[in-house]
C-alpha cells in the first residue's frame, strides 16, 4: 500500500517540478543560498578556531636561566616541568648555541662580541610549548616554587621580559578566543531562526501556487495521505538539491580562494542535509496543512 501510495507520489511531484519548473529552481536557488551563506559561516568560525590555535602555540614561555645553572640542573628542570600536563613541549637552548643563533640572525651584532674580545652574554634558555596560552598561570606557580628560584634568572613570553608569566599577549589571545566564540555562536544561532522562516516562505509560496490542485484532489475524495505525499517528496528534492547547490558554491568559492579548512565537511554535509530534509518536509506539511483544512469559498 505504502509502496503503490510513494511511487505514484513520486510521479506526481517530479510532474509537478518540471510542470512549475521556473517556481522550482527559484525555491532550490533561494534555499541553496541560505546553505551557501550559513556555510560561509561555519568555514570563518573553523578558520578563526584554527587561526588562534596555531597563534596560541607560537607563544612561549621562554625561562632565562642563572649563569651557575649547569646543564645537568637544566636538564633536570626539563623533565620536571614536562610532568605538567598543559606542556606540549621543552626546549633547551644552550649560552654556546644562543650565540651561534644570534651570528646567523644578526652577522652584524655577533662581530661586536668578537672585535671587542667580549664574552658570551646571552644565557641559556629554556622555551616552554604549552597547547593553550591559558596554561601559562599552571606554568608560572610551578616555576614560582622556592626550589625553581636559585636555577631561574627572568620569564617572559613572547618578547615580553618581565617576571610575570601572564603577559598582555596570552590574555589578548584568550579574550579573543572567547569573543569569537560568542559572535559565531550567536550568528550560528541567527541564520538558522531567520533560514528556517526563509525556508518555510519559500515553501509556502511554492504549494499556495498550487492551492487549487489541492482543492481539486479534495474534492475528488482523495486521501490526505495521498494529498500530502506528493509536497513530503517535491520538499525533499528541493532539500537535496538545494544542499549540493550549497555546498557546490563552497566549493568553487574555496578553489578561487585557496581556502584550507581544518573541518570533516563530509559529515557536516550530511548533518546538514538531514536537517534541511527535517526542516523542508515540516515546512510543506504546514503549508499543505492549511489549505487541507482551510474552508473552500
Given at each position: 500500500?505504502?509502496?503503490?501510495?510513494f511511487?505514484?507520489g513520486?510521479?506526481?511531484?517530479?510532474?509537478?517540478?518540471?510542470?512549475?519548473?521556473?517556481?522550482?529552481?527559484?525555491?532550490?536557488?533561494?534555499?541553496?543560498?541560505?546553505?551557501?551563506?550559513?556555510?560561509?559561516?561555519?568555514s570563518?568560525?573553523?578558520?578563526?578556531?584554527?587561526?588562534?590555535?596555531?597563534?596560541?602555540?607560537?607563544?612561549?614561555?621562554?625561562?632565562?636561566?642563572?649563569?651557575?645553572?649547569?646543564?645537568?640542573?637544566?636538564?633536570?628542570?626539563?623533565?620536571?616541568?614536562?610532568?605538567?600536563?598543559?606542556?606540549?613541549?621543552?626546549?633547551?637552548?644552550?649560552?654556546?648555541?644562543?650565540?651561534?643563533?644570534?651570528?646567523?640572525?644578526?652577522?652584524?651584532?655577533?662581530?661586536?662580541?668578537?672585535?671587542?674580545?667580549?664574552?658570551?652574554?646571552?644565557?641559556?634558555?629554556?622555551?616552554?610549548?604549552?597547547a593553550?596560552?591559558?596554561?601559562?598561570q599552571?606554568?608560572?606557580?610551578?616555576?614560582?616554587?622556592?626550589?625553581?628560584?636559585?636555577?631561574?634568572?627572568?620569564?617572559?613570553?613572547?618578547?615580553?621580559?618581565?617576571?610575570s608569566?601572564?603577559?598582555?599577549?596570552?590574555?589578548?589571545?584568550?579574550?579573543?578566543?572567547?569573543?569569537?566564540?560568542?559572535?559565531?555562536?550567536?550568528?550560528?544561532?541567527?541564520?538558522?531562526?531567520?533560514?528556517?522562516?526563509?525556508?518555510?516562505?519559500?515553501?509556502?509560496?511554492?504549494?499556495?501556487?498550487?492551492?487549487?490542485?489541492?482543492?481539486?484532489?479534495?474534492?475528488?475524495?482523495?486521501?490526505?495521505?495521498?494529498?500530502?505525499?506528493?509536497?513530503?517528496?517535491?520538499?525533499?528534492?528541493?532539500?537535496?538539491?538545494?544542499?549540493?547547490?550549497?555546498?557546490?558554491?563552497?566549493?568553487?568559492?574555496?578553489?578561487?580562494?585557496?581556502?584550507?579548512?581544518?573541518?570533516?565537511?563530509?559529515?557536516?554535509?550530511?548533518?546538514?542535509?538531514?536537517?534541511?530534509?527535517?526542516?523542508?518536509?515540516?515546512?510543506?506539511?504546514?503549508?499543505?496543512?492549511?489549505?487541507?483544512?482551510?474552508?473552500?469559498?
Amino acid at each position: 500500500m505504502f509502496q503503490a501510495l510513494f511511487k505514484k507520489g513520486l510521479h506526481l511531484s517530479l510532474t509537478n517540478i518540471w510542470r512549475n519548473k521556473f517556481l522550482s529552481l527559484a525555491t532550490i536557488f533561494v534555499i541553496g543560498v541560505i546553505l551557501f551563506i550559513f556555510n560561509i559561516i561555519l568555514s570563518v568560525n573553523f578558520i578563526a578556531q584554527k587561526s588562534l590555535y596555531e597563534l596560541g602555540q607560537k607563544v612561549d614561555l621562554i625561562v632565562y636561566l642563572n649563569d651557575t645553572t649547569t646543564e645537568a640542573d637544566a636538564q633536570n628542570l626539563i623533565s620536571e616541568i614536562k610532568t605538567l600536563p598543559v606542556v606540549s613541549d621543552v626546549t633547551y637552548t644552550s649560552k654556546e648555541q644562543a650565540i651561534e643563533d644570534l651570528k646567523a640572525t644578526h652577522p652584524d651584532l655577533s662581530l661586536s662580541f668578537e672585535k671587542y674580545d667580549l664574552e658570551n652574554p646571552l644565557p641559556a634558555s629554556l622555551s616552554i610549548s604549552t597547547a593553550s596560552p591559558t596554561d601559562h598561570q599552571e606554568v608560572s606557580d610551578f616555576l614560582n616554587k622556592p626550589q625553581y628560584q636559585n636555577f631561574l634568572s627572568t620569564v617572559s613570553i613572547g618578547d615580553t621580559s618581565d617576571n610575570s608569566i601572564i603577559s598582555g599577549i596570552s590574555k589578548n589571545i584568550s579574550a579573543l578566543g572567547r569573543l569569537t566564540n560568542q559572535i559565531i555562536f550567536w550568528l550560528i544561532i541567527t541564520f538558522l531562526v531567520g533560514g528556517t522562516l526563509i525556508i518555510l516562505n519559500a515553501l509556502q509560496i511554492a504549494i499556495y501556487a498550487r492551492r487549487k490542485e489541492i482543492e481539486v484532489m479534495k474534492l475528488v475524495g482523495a486521501s490526505l495521505w495521498f494529498i500530502r505525499m506528493p509536497f513530503i517528496i517535491e520538499a525533499t528534492i528541493y532539500a537535496v538539491m538545494a544542499t549540493l547547490l550549497g555546498f557546490l558554491m563552497l566549493f568553487l568559492l574555496a578553489q578561487k580562494t585557496d581556502i584550507s579548512v581544518a573541518a570533516s565537511w563530509t559529515n557536516i554535509f550530511f548533518i546538514e542535509l538531514s536537517l534541511t530534509i527535517f526542516i523542508s518536509v515540516t515546512s510543506s506539511l504546514i503549508a499543505v496543512h492549511e489549505h487541507l483544512f482551510r474552508k473552500s469559498l
